[in-house]
């Protein structure tokens, strides 16, 4: 089956410094969505994407997150001046269309702000 | 925005034993997700109910979607072991996808 891939596994940063999470969604799918998810709580909807441009964000998406598709491939989620709280596993999700369609989630990237 | 609860929020049961978790909606459901998380990892795809009324089965687990009552129910027969974890609803993919707020299993041997 195909698959979402996430890198790096596992991301440790000082506060302050800023962060690319990298994700490459399956080829021939159109939707792109990031989540994190505090260590013991909910996951949650940070940002999703479309035709290139952001289709809707959540209230933790502020000016500190920004996303991007460089290229064909890769979906990237910056955070520009990490703080202590964004300590959080980050998931990555792509689907093909909109309705009712498998959403296909990455492995995850586990940041760890120091 | 839709928030979908679920009930138990945890849940210990001793291995063979029958479980149901459900999952409310706060808005009509077009379609509901069932996705496995093992502790610290990714998320594991179990179903997709896209109609009222439909029930699907994989292995020991079944789930259901009643669309009139906003509901879905995850039943687990015979638990062993390896169905420990959190198992998470989600709302049809729009723009935003939401998971529900998570039940997690322990499965005593």
């Known amino acids: 089956e195909p698959e979402v891939t996430q890198t790096p596994s596992h991301q440790v940063t000082q506060m302050g410094q800023e962060v690319i999470l990298r994700c490459v969604p399956i080829s021939n799918h159109l939707y792109f969505y990031w989540y994190r998810q505090i260590l013991g709580q909910k996951v949650e909807f940070l940002v999703s994407f479309y035709n290139n441009e952001i289709s809707e964000k959540s209230e933790i998406f502020d000016d500190q997150f920004s996303v991007e598709r460089p290229d064909g491939s890769n979906f990237t989620l910056k955070i520009r001046s990490t703080k202590l709280e964004d300590s959080a596993m980050y998931f990555c999700?792509?689907?093909?269309?909109?309705?009712?369609?498998?959403?296909?989630f990455g492995s995850g990237t586990q940041l760890s702000v120091l | 925005s839709q928030e979908l609860e679920q009930s138990p929020q945890s849940l210990i049961v001793q291995e063979g034993k029958n479980l149901t978790i459900n999952c409310t909606s706060s808005?009509?459901?077009?379609?509901l997700y069932w996705y496995k998380q093992k502790y610290g990892e990714g998320l594991i795809f179990l179903m997709m109910l896209q109609k009222g009324g439909e029930e699907k089965s994989h292995e020991k687990i079944t789930a259901k979607l009643d669309e009139k009552k906003q509901q879905s129910s995850l039943h687990i027969t015979a638990s062993q072991p390896s169905h420990a974890g959190i198992y998470l609803c989600g709302a049809d993919p729009g723009n935003q996808f939401y998971f529900g707020t998570g039940t997690s299993l322990t499965v005593i041997p």
């Open positions: 808005k009509t459901l077009y379609g």
């Open positions: 999700a792509s689907i093909r269309g909109v309705l009712r369609e498998k959403l296909f």
